[in-house]
């Protein structure tokens, strides 16, 4: 089964793509390495260095393909804020582009890479996927039209598809080719930023006055191999003319101070940290109710947040 794995040299794609691999799936890529690197992709992947935007290398990548897993986007809740035409051309023009040319190639079997921040300030946590989806930046805003997109294409061209509903997704991969780790320049992800953090230059703490316990955010953090198992079982119950969507993540929520302290542990030192003011577009509390995708796809996540930061600070090294 040969899958394409768009955004496939990214974080979360080139780790997806080792896995898969291992497990004896076929491999094309596309992405344009605007945020990913090329050095992650292995030998024997056909790669397609290219961009959803493009009618062309989407045809190219699609071919001798049998099923999509749609990682490509951009992911930065503050830059959406910023550069919300940019979200909205990457995002919702290219997974329209995408959805078309598979139509174009006779591709029906799609994973896509969804999130919570479709759901925005969450009214009951744990977070069902039957909460009300009201996203409360542009990002979320793309993720949510582009699973409409996909539940509409479901029902008028029969695809077979999956929205993973991502909450924090953190940890390394430790690949035969060194770590796979996050690679984004700069780094806004927590968990990097902690275990990067110096007392020269301290570790920002976006807000400490949220109506959550110790007055940070509380994210529900999900190590990436986690991750990549769902998608795996996600794409082999798909079925045709059905979309359906799995929130992912550990079900347990962590405060900012909760990993900042989790850090420390790993790291044996007390992390400096500076409070800060709040974030543009963060909800308080995003914590997954995860019972959809354990029972419908027997996946549970397996490795907690030590294993998340532990995995983070050797891939450094
Ligand atoms: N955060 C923080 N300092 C940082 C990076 C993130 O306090 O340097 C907070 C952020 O406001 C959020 C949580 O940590 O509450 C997780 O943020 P991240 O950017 O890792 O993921 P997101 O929740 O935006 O997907």
């Given amino acids: ?30 992405d ?37 897993i749609h990682f490509a986007g951009k992911s930065l809740v503050g830059e959406s804020v910023e550069k919300p035409e940019l979200y909205q051309e990457v995002n919702v023009q ?21 999130s919570a921040a479709t759901y925005g300030e969450p009214e009951h946590v744990p977070i069902l996927e039957s909460a009300a989806t009201n996203p409360t930046n542009p990002y979320g805003a793309t993720k949510l039209a582009i699973d409409h997109m996909i539940t509409a294409e479901a029902a008028s061209r029969q695809i077979a598809a999956a929205s993973l509903r991502y909450f924090n997704v953190a940890g390394a991969l430790k690949s035969k080719r060194g770590w796979l780790a996050e690679r984004h ?3 806004t992800h927590l968990i990097p930023n902690v275990l990067r953090s110096t007392k020269e230059n301290p570790v920002k703490i976006f807000g400490s006055d949220w109506p959550t316990a110790d007055g940070t955010c509380v994210r529900d953090y999900v190590h990436v ?8 079982k996600a794409l082999e119950s798909l079925r045709p003319g059905v979309h359906e969507i799995y929130n992912l993540g550990s079900g347990d929520g962590y405060s900012v101070r909760a990993v900042v302290a989790a850090a420390s542990k790993a790291a044996g030192f007390d992390i400096p940290t500076v409070d800060s003011p709040r974030r543009a577009g963060d909800p ?21 947040i030590d294993v998340m930061v532990a995995d983070t600070l050797a891939s450094f090294s």
């Fill in 94 to 114: 290219g997974s329209r582009n995408l959805l078309n040319q598979m139509h174009m190639s006779g591709v029906t079997k799609l994973v896509f890479s969804s």
């Fill in 284 to 304: 308080a509390v995003l914590i997954a109710d995860i019972n959809k995708a354990k029972t419908k796809l027997n996946w549970a996540p397996t490795r907690g």
């Fill in 185 to 187: 320049y700069p780094e």
């Fill in 32 to 68: 344009d390495c605007s945020t990913g690197h090329a050095d992650t992709v292995p030998a024997g992947v056909n790669f397609i260095q290219g961009s959803l935007l493009r009618a062309g290398d989407l045809a190219q990548a699609l071919v001798g393909v049998d099923a999509v």
């Fill in 225 to 232: 191999v986690d991750l990549i198992d769902a998608h795996i």
């Fill in 1 to 30: 089964m040969r899958i394409l794995v768009t955004g496939g040299t990214g974080y979360i794609g080139a780790t997806a793509v080792d896995i898969l691999l291992s497990q004896g799936y076929e491999i094309s890529i596309l």
